[in-house]
C-alpha cells in the first residue's frame, strides 16, 4: 500500500483556540519541531528530520478544540460532489497548498469534521515513528451511516471486529488491499456529544504508554481512559490543555 492510496490517512491537523499553548504541550511531549509560522498563522509540525507530522491552525469562533484527520483521494472534485449529494457538507473550496496538493473539508453525515487531500507526487506524511501518527478512529452515534459514506466518498470497505451490538467498532481498509487504515467505533450520544476524530500517536516502546501518560499530564492533559492493552498495544486516551482529545499507542512487539 503506498501513501496515497485512496482513504489512507495522509495529514492531520488541530485546531484550536490556543495554538501557541499546543504547539508548546507537544513539542514537549513528543519532540517536535514548529515551523515559523505562515500565511494566516498557519504551521507545520515536523520531525526533525523535517517530514511532516501535523498542522496546527487557530479555530474559528466557537469550534472547539479537535483534531482533523484527512484521507488521500484520486479526485477530490468527485469526493466533495459524493459529500454534497449524500447528506455531507463541504465546509470550504479546495486550496492548493504548495508541496501537499488540493485539500479540502467536508461534514460528514454524522457531523464529523474529515479533511480530504489530494496530495501531489512527493507529499509524505510522517507516521509510525516515535511522536507520529499511529491510528485513527471515528467516533459516531451512526456507524453503518459512516461506514457506507465513507465506502463511497473514498472506497473504504468496513470490517465489524465488534458484535455489532454491545461492541461495535469496524475497521476500513481501501479498496484491493488487506491492511486496515483506520477504525470506526460506534459511540451513545450523550450531553451534545459529536461525531468526532480520534488520533492516536506512537510512543516510543523504551518510553512506553504510561509513561508518555505521566508527562501529558505533567504538561496539562487530562485523562479521559486510563492505560489498557488491545492487540495493537497499550493505549490511554487524554484530552490536551486547550481541549483536543488524543491518545497514546505503544505498539505491540511483532510476532
Known sequence: MTE????????????????????????ELFGWRIDDKVSAGYRYARRLDGAVI??????????PAAWTVYLSTNDIARAM??????????????????????????????????????????WCFASHTPGTFAWAELLTPRGSAADDFYAQLVGLGSTQIGDATTYDYAVWTPAGHQTPVAGRHQIVARDGGRALWRVYFTVDPVIGTDQALTSAVRLGATVVADPRDIPAGRTAVLTDLTGAQFALLTPAPRA
Do not use: K, M
Open 4 to 27: 496515497h492510496t485512496a482513504g489512507v490517512p495522509n495529514f492531520i491537523e488541530i485546531r484550536t483556540p490556543d495554538p501557541e499553548a499546543a504547539a508548546q504541550f507537544y513539542t
Open 54 to 63: 501535523a498542522g496546527l491552525r487557530q479555530s474559528g469562533g466557537d469550534q
Open 81 to 122: 460532489r459524493h459529500a454534497a449529494d449524500n447528506d455531507g457538507r463541504v465546509l470550504h473550496s479546495p486550496v492548493d497548498v504548495p508541496g501537499q496538493g488540493e485539500v479540502t473539508v467536508i461534514a460528514d453525515p454524522t457531523g464529523a469534521i474529515t479533511g480530504l487531500c489530494q496530495p501531489r507526487p512527493g
